[in-house]
């Protein structure tokens, strides 16, 4: 996000801000999702995206979300929204959708990685966390989420920056910074990692093998739990502020050639 706007807790559009009713959206991935939550508690979501385009199904999903637990739209006091990483095409609609609501209701958003959502599943008691997504093309999505003391107790804070490469080069990279016993790799992928971990272990000269957390594809709950966090530190963003997080270029931006002469 550039020129991120926070707005303090004081500013919602809520008369108690632990009771604030959020809507959260994952269009990061085929596995995408909604859900509400109230009052610290998921109270609806919206099953996996079928087949169709995202367009089309997200907004279906959410009319009938919507129905079912008779709710509005204009109710809803905090929007979030994975940004980033994940498929180009899911992030825009996610994002243009989200900034109308934004826009048109006046309310704020909280911005959230794709990748914080998969660590925030984890049950393992360790200094560091290390999601791990499908980027294609033979590549994975990865952070590094140290566990840290906050107001509403431990949260996950990024260290460095969100990256993708290759599995062989994600061992490395994490070889060169943490010890085994430091860290948890989470992903809803595991298989993805599966050779290149055997390779690594297997060459290694130190003890020790990196545990890996299977978490779910489905995003949305967590996505509203940390937006619930985001709302309570009043870390939320305005539609003008959000942005997407691609982590790499997309393919139009790889394949761009200037024309001949400039």
């Not at 919206?46 to 637990?69: C, K, N, T």
């Not at 994975?140 to 140290?146: A, K, L, P, V």
């Amino acid at each position: 996000m550039r020129n991120a706007h926070f707005w303090p807790v004081w500013q919602l559009d809520c008369p108690i801000i632990r009771h604030v009713l959020i809507l959260a959206l994952d269009t990061s991935s085929p596995a995408g999702s909604l859900a509400v939550l109230r009052d610290d508690t998921i109270i609806a979501t919206a099953p996996a995206w079928s087949g169709e385009l995202y367009s089309s199904r997200m907004f279906r999903q959410l009319e009938l979300l919507l129905h079912e637990h008779d709710l509005r739209l204009d109710a809803i006091e905090v929007f979030a929204v994975v940004v980033g990483p994940g498929s180009f095409t899911g992030l825009r609609v996610g994002l243009a959708a989200v900034k109308g609501w934004a826009e048109v209701y006046r309310k704020p958003i909280a911005a959230v990685s794709a990748l914080e959502a998969v660590a925030a599943q984890s049950s393992l008691d360790v200094p560091a966390l290390v999601p791990v997504l499908d980027a294609r093309r033979a590549q994975i999505y990865f952070g590094i989420y140290e566990r840290a003391l906050s107001s509403n107790g431990r949260d996950l804070e990024l260290a460095g920056q969100e990256c993708v490469a290759t599995p062989e080069e994600f061992f490395g990279a994490l070889d060169s910074r943490y010890a085994a016993s430091e860290l948890a790799i989470v992903t809803p992928v595991p298989e993805l990692l599966a050779s290149a971990m055997s390779r690594y272990e297997t060459t290694r000269s130190t003890s020790g093998h990196f545990r890996v957390e299977q978490a779910s594809p489905v995003l949305a709950p967590h996505v509203a739990r940390i937006g619930h966090g985001r709302a309570l530190e009043g870390k939320l963003v305005d539609s003008l502020a959000l942005d997407a997080n691609y982590v790499r270029r997309s393919d139009a931006e790889l394949h761009w050639k200037a024309p001949a002469g400039s």
